[in-house]
């Protein structure tokens, strides 16, 4: 069973305007984390934001921040703002258990950031 | 934060060969690696655990004998894709936690291996 969706294969927004990219989750573990990863064109990943589970404010990181709503078990990305630079593929991702297990990563959010 | 590398960062390769990857962790050290490969347009796929000292933990339907995981020190390991085949042409991309960041578990991925089998 797909543990991380992304139900929106693609997404445009106008620069300078926010933007919400959808991810739901599914565990049963209590203790768990989420992430945000943006991969650009060049593939390298990179790390946006973090929420643990037991967090109880939303995390928040410069422009982005994570709409954590653990009862509907989604952690949307919002981004504020939006850039040029911007445009790429975004990933949630979980990680289940403690900080050394692997991550299991959603089928990503193409964004394109429009002029 | 901590800076993982990756070399190569590109390889073409004749069906039939193997090829070694190498993923370092520079400036911390990282009993935990892990291996992702990602096909285009898709997302990023674990393929195994890469522990120090001891043998990796593959992911079901991955060829422990295919691809070779090395972790020979606390900054170093390596996938070695023996005998490789077209379909083994993908972006391959490491990962490693550092210790020293308690709390979230974030990985630190490095530049990604984008391999081509001719």
């Known amino acids: 069973a797909q543990k991380i969706t992304q139900t929106q294969p693609g997404m445009f927004v106008q620069e300078k305007e926010a933007v919400t990219l959808d991810c739901t989750y599914d565990?049963?573990?209590?203790?768990?984390?989420l992430f945000w990863y943006k991969q650009p064109s060049s593939g390298e990943m990179i790390f946006l934001i973090y929420?643990?589970?037991?967090?109880?404010q939303n995390a928040t990181e410069g422009r982005y921040s994570l709409n954590f709503q653990k009862a509907r078990k989604s952690a949307n990305l919002v981004i504020s703002a939006s850039q040029l630079g911007d445009s790429a593929m975004y990933f949630c991702?979980?990680?289940?258990?403690?900080?050394?297990?692997?991550?299991?990563f959603g089928k990503g959010t193409s964004l394109l950031v429009t002029p | 934060g901590a800076v993982v590398s990756q070399h190569p960062s590109w390889v073409i390769c004749k069906s039939g060969t193997s090829v070694k990857i190498e993923c370092r962790s520079l400036?911390?050290?990282?009993?935990?690696m892990f291996w992702y490969r990602q096909f285009p347009k898709q997302s990023l796929m674990l393929m195994a655990t890469?522990?120090?000292?001891?043998?990796?933990?593959?992911e079901q339907g991955v060829e422990k004998d295919k691809f070779l995981i090395n972790h020979a020190s606390l900054t170093l390991s390596t996938l070695t894709v023996t005998s490789a085949h077209p379909e083994d042409s993908s972006f391959y991309i490491c990962?490693?936690?550092?210790?020293?960041?308690?709390?979230?578990?974030?990985?630190?991925f490095g530049p990604g291996t984008r391999l081509t089998v001719l």
């Open positions: 990962s490693a936690r550092d210790p020293r960041l308690a709390g979230s578990g974030e990985q630190f």
């Open positions: 565990t049963s573990d209590p203790s768990y984390g």
């Open positions: 929420q643990g589970s037991y967090d109880q």
């Open positions: 991702a979980m990680r289940e258990g403690d900080s050394g297990y692997a991550l299991n």
């Open positions: 400036d911390f050290q990282a009993t935990t």
């Open positions: 890469s522990n120090e000292g001891s043998k990796a933990t593959y």
